[in-house]
């Protein structure tokens, strides 16, 4: 296999770009990006051919300047230099058979050491690119927006979710109870929190099979069965033996805390379930949060995208968090971006969401392959849960129909109450 | 099992300390962070009892105001007060019994969805603590120091390495080669470089098998294996694969990339094999650089720790790389604290190092309990590679004899060498 990859690979490069700051001249701290991150060291070893370099060094394909900055965005920087401080766009590529076709190698190179190299005062990961060739070993979402829609049974609109709350401390009876109350309101989806594993108060088990008993019936009445994202997250084999109880209880879908599992578990996971994997990011802040440090969600989302995640957190406009509304839509986007001939992961909206958002966040992506998870913004509405997802519901056939919602709530009570009672809220 | 665990857990607690910046009043922040991170969202819900509260929501055990600072560190923070931004430390602290005795579980209760709420302009993880009970289903560290001097055999000393450079590019031929050249210079530790794992110029057994006859050789001759540490990071299946061979060839060490492999896939790792795992933290600058987001090194290390891995890279004093000595030092310092009993990791310094900072860090250290990597500073020595090791081995040996390198460097000539030659360059 390694002799006709290499014929292959050798034309093939592997792209990323980055948001660089350094007070050194700008071509010469990017070729030491380039060297540290591919066969380059401090200094040129005695093994570092002419030959052994052209075939492996990583190039500087593109370098264009943002601006000056008066001071260093982080600490640590050393320059020799009296120069200013600059900001720029830098976009290294290396040949792909530096690294073959390793997920885990990936993002080695291309988000490795560099984050700590003394002439920058900041590098953030913006984007990459991979060969197509990629997809021969990370085929990315399995079901993505299709086959999650045709689980659940919903088209035309986002799939209505939220979350159990409280985040930890309900038995698997409240759990299930709550469940009850919820798909009985009308949601097409569930999630555990990001706390909820398997506990003392809420062992996995229990709170699987009393959950899938509700859905079940529910189903046997309706003939559709809500989507339920159980949270396995922990040691790889028991996220296996979590999985595989999943499956023999029916449940049609697993959360896992992507970041603090990790790539290797989640690609094993990808490669071994036959259900939808939901891709929760807690931890993430640490990865974007600084300006000029870590690495953009355009990048993060391609990273699980080859790693299988069929739907991934990006919070929704107006949210409670930190996050602004433009770089929450830069991530709808990017996950509904091509990318290699994968399925596009589903963006996972919540956090403050509720009736109110929906005609912006329309008019801002232009489609409904969206989750759309409220928590407040359903069980709050002052007549009630079912009151609360019907007024979700309408202001997303207001939005896809363009009737501004002052005009749609006239005939829509829920969506009415839901204006009245939150809109208020948000004052 | 639950009911006995449930029994201890509910005594137990996971304590986490961060330093915070906000312009919310202190308490208030702090209490806003323990609710996020456990029953709480951002409103109480309905199944949000006073007794569920009592059992599951953590504490705020501690708050201590550091300073004012004149402007936020980072973006996005949202405030309705004017009051003066302010940094803190806060100790919070959780029942165990939230998300049981479960590594990725944990990581997402200290360290989730806090680094995005809104009240603060910076939070990061500085240190946390676990109850002794974590060991039941996380030793820790299998070898730690006492089982790598075993396995090469060194005592009272560092264990002196380097690193195979080029990095990328060389033939499975080549590297044997160059090991070749590195244990007939007297080193006792090799490791691939992080970005070498499997490709097409070389592919992971031709490089293993090339490598470990020349080990073996060596062996034969001269009593004493040197350890290499092999980087077998990729994908589950890959890795498990590339162990068995590993651990078929003789070898006896294994190297991954922490970060981008990640927890499940290396504890699970640690279960299984016979041999050290030697952890490269490639991406930590992502995690730490920022003052005031992400992760201190010794919250970090115990994550890895838990885990089960053997030698965790720390820098070393004096590097290359953005990090300055007091950051180093406590690095190491914390990888040889006392954690739940369990072993401690062998601190791994790298980058930069010669036979220069062998007093300085035995001064700040006490012991000499570390491996000690070099690249030019070995195979750079004016009278070659054999040189360099005698001159590590020598600065060393000065150091723990408490002798001045000029003193002990008349009788040295390997060391003196050495001093003239880097010491100049360090100028």
Redesign the interface.
Known sequence: M??N??ET?SQDRIKATYLVETAYDLEQAAQIMAGE???????R????SDS??A??LATVDHLQKVANVAAPS?????SKSNGPIQQAYVTLSWPL????I????L???I????????P?SG?KLLDFEVPDNYISKYPGPAFGVAGTRRLVDVYNRPIIGTII??????TPQ?SAM?TKQLVTAGLDFIKDD??Q?????S?FEARVSQTMQVLQDYADATGRKPMYAFNI???????MGRHDFLIAQGATCLMV?LN?????????LS?HTAIPIHGHR??????N???V???AFSAYQKIWRLAGVDHIHTNGIRN?????DASVIASIKACQSDFIGQKSPMAVLSS?QWAGQAADTFSAIGNTDLMYLC??GI??HPAGMTAGVKSIQQAWQAATDQVPLSTYSQNHIELRQAMEFFGKLEM
């Open positions: 390694h002799e990859l290499s690979m991150q591919s066969c380059g060291t401090f200094l070893t005695p093994g570092e052994l370099r075939n492996h982080l600490p640590g920087a050393r058979a530096n690294v073959g390793n997920l885990s190698s993002v080695s190179t988000a490795g050491n560099l984050f700590e190299l003394a920058f590098i709350k409280p985040s930890v401390g309900l409240q709550q990001e706390l594993a398997d506990s003392p108060h062992p997250s922990g040691d790889m084999d028991d996220m805390n603090w599992v990790g790539i290797s578990a989640v690609v094993q490669r807690c931890g993430w802040g640490m990865f949060r600084a300006p440090l870590g690495m409670k968090f930190c996050e602004d403050g928590g407040g069980v709050a």
